[in-house]
């Protein structure tokens, strides 16, 4: 049974493949169904969505550009819903709004934009000059979601661990790996954390930085959200609950193992083809 200090460690460790894994946008269609099963919409959502329904603003980005989708912008329409709310009501109601959207993969906007046609011109030039850039990244650039605030959560405190430690090597792959993965999934939550640790840990603090360390996260993260958005985080969730169930039952080992390598081919043959080199034999 593992304590609490050794899931620390165990955290720390694989923080690089926790944060690519905790990173993949297909988790918040999770997020969205469970928020859908214990939830319902109220008058509060329908007046925060007021003004799309009137214009259609924006088609499926319309909360970038409704002036409702802002924290401010829900607490006000939340205000006007119901006159004689108190402001303790105000607040529960804005909150349930807020996470019934955050939740889902469209996320929330920093701030409203106001001018649509100068940002669809400036969402093309990047999709056209920058590498690797689309206008989705550009979209999802200016948005945040659950998944956004949990992963740069979760890379603040390894760090903090690292740092506890005075694990100078841990601490700057940490940040390498969060360095790439707020710009491969336009993160600017997990970009601000990076810029605020490095600050204090290098500059406040005077601490050089090993950019072979750096590299070294770089590169896990970028593997490790590769490899994640190919298999699919449904399969990688099934293999590591029965890796678990492996470890823990000895005497069932083989049967684990025969249902991993089952769990494994179903999925080749659905997304790949029956024949397919990729597929594994069965222990004999």
């Known amino acids: 049974m593992y304590s609490i200090t050794d899931l620390k460690k165990l955290t720390v460790k694989n923080s690089s493949i926790l944060l690519s894994f ?25 007046k925060v969505d007021q003004i799309y329904n009137q214009t259609h603003i924006g088609g499926g980005n319309h909360r970038l550009f409704d002036e409702s989708h802002t924290l401010g912008g829900i607490f006000e329409k939340v205000k006007q819903t119901y006159p004689d709310d108190n402001f303790l009501q105000e607040i529960i109601a804005s909150v349930s709004v807020w996470f019934k959207d955050v939740t889902t993969p469209g996320g929330m906007p920093f701030i409203n934009i106001d001018d649509k046609i100068s940002y669809d011109n400036s969402a093309k030039w990047f999709s056209e000059n920058i590498p690797g850039a689309t206008t989705k990244w550009f979209y999802d650039f200016h948005m945040y979601d659950i998944g956004e605030i949990f992963t740069s959560s979760l890379g603040i405190v390894c ?53 072979k ?62 024949n397919s080199i990729l597929l594994l034999d069965k222990p004999k």
């Open 22 to 46: 905790f990173s993949q946008s297909e988790l918040l269609k999770w997020t969205r169904n469970i928020v859908d099963a214990t939830t319902s919409a109220t008058l509060y959502d329908d």
């Open 159 to 211: 760090s903090v661990f690292a740092i506890k430690n005075n694990d100078r090597v841990k601490l700057e792959e940490i940040l390498g790996s969060m360095s790439i993965l707020s710009i491969l999934t336009a993160n600017p939550l997990m970009g601000v954390a990076v810029i605020v640790i490095t600050c204090y840990e290098y500059t406040l603090k005077k601490k050089a930085l090993d950019f």
């Open 213 to 274: 360390n750096i590299t070294t996260g770089i590169f896990k993260s970028s593997l490790g959200l590769f490899i994640i958005s190919l298999l699919g985080v449904n399969l990688i969730v099934h293999l590591v609950i029965l890796m678990i169930v492996y470890k823990a039952f000895k005497k069932k080992r083989k049967f684990m193992y025969e249902n991993i390598i089952y769990i494994w081919n179903q999925y080749i043959k659905k997304n790949y083809a029956n």
